[in-house]
C-alpha cells in the first residue's frame, strides 16, 4: 500500500454517500501506512478492491460493472472486504449476512 494508492482509494469514495463502514476501513489503511505495517486480510482486500474498482470507474465503467469485475479480480465476497471489528462498531450499517459470515451473532 502506498499513500499515493490510498489517495486514490479516498477520492473514489468520496464520489459515495458517506459511510461510516468506509471511513473506519480508510482509518485503518491511515493507521497502517503512519506506522508502517503491512496490510492484509480484510484490510487488503478492502484497499485492493476499492483501488481496482477507482481504476475502471476511471475509465468510464459504471459502478454496477466494476463493483463485481473487482470483486472477481481478486477472487473475494463483499463480505471480506470489511474487518469484523469494524462490523461490530458499526452493527447497524451492515447485514446480517456480514456478521454471520464473521461469526458475530
Not at 500500500?1 to 471511513?23: I, P, Q, T, W, Y
Not at 475502471?56 to 472486504?81: R, S, T
Not at 474487518?83 to 464473521?102: C, D, N
Request: net charge neutral; with cysteine.
Amino acid at each position: 500500500m502506498s499513500g499515493k494508492g490510498l489517495g486514490l482509494v479516498e477520492k473514489h469514495l468520496a464520489r459515495f454517500a458517506k459511510d461510516a463502514g468506509n471511513d473506519a476501513m480508510i482509518q485503518r489503511l491511515r493507521d497502517a501506512l503512519s506506522n508502517g505495517h503491512k496490510i492484509f486480510g480484510p484490510d487488503a482486500n478492502f484497499y485492493l478492491h476499492e483501488a481496482h474498482e477507482a481504476t475502471l470507474m476511471n475509465c468510464g465503467l459504471i459502478y454496477e460493472v466494476a463493483h463485481p469485475a473487482a470483486l472477481g479480480k481478486y477472487g473475494v465476497k463483499e463480505f471480506d472486504l470489511y474487518a469484523p471489528e469494524v462490523i461490530q462498531r458499526f452493527p447497524s450499517a451492515f447485514s446480517t449476512g456480514f456478521k454471520r459470515y464473521w461469526g458475530l451473532e
